[in-house]
């Protein structure tokens, strides 16, 4: 895939931030964008676009005001819903948006960055991207919607059974 641009989201590519949701099945609560983009307005996110040619490929999101509670107390922003269409697919548009959230980090003058990674096959390609680009886990085990699972609970194996992972960006 030739001449991709990364870029912040605007009001302008709701529609399109949708259609990439819509085409990798992912469902959202209502208006879920529009807040996306308000948060970005404030200043606690930011939502980047990935473009080739005109057409937006994929997204990610980096959210300074995470709700997993060991990277807000300790100011670590998160990378978020990273989602690249299907047929953009392996050719390194996941690890572009990644590096891309991680140079707006460090233009913050922040040194560590974490992300969160589904535990079901579905997610398999983000687990080995992630490992290769430096993260490891924060060592606070599976997290269920960003909770620490405690020895002998039962959850169930979704989106919301993830693992936790930082990257020290000042190596």
């Keep these: 895939m030739t001449n ?15 259609a ?21 307005a404030a ?20 959210n300074f005001r995470p ?17 690249i269409i299907p047929a953009a697919r392996q050719q390194g548009l996941g690890a572009q948006l990644v590096a891309a959230c991680e140079s ?4 913050r003058g922040m040194t560590d960055i974490g992300i969160s990674v589904g535990l079901y096959p579905r997610y398999g ?8 680009r430096g993260y490891v886990p924060d060592g606070a085990g599976v997290c269920y919607d960003d909770i620490p699972a405690a020895p002998g609970e039962m959850r169930a194996v979704d989106d919301l059974l993830t693992l936790k992972l930082i990257k020290d960006l000042s190596k």
């Design 104 to 107: 707006l980090v460090q233009e």
């Design 4 to 18: 991709i641009t990364i870029q912040p989201a605007t009001t302008n590519d709701i529609a399109a931030l949708y």
């Design 67 to 83: 709700t997993y509670t060991p990277f807000l107390r300790l100011s670590i922003p998160e990378v978020q819903d990273l989602n």
């Design 125 to 132: 390609a983000a687990q080995r991207l992630y490992i290769k």
């Design 20 to 40: 990439v949701a819509a085409a990798m099945r992912d469902v959202h609560e209502a208006r879920y964008f529009e807040r996306c983009l308000d948060e970005q």
């Design 43 to 62: 200043g606690n996110r930011i939502v980047l676009l990935a473009r080739a040619g005109a057409d937006v490929v994929g997204y990610v999101q980096l």
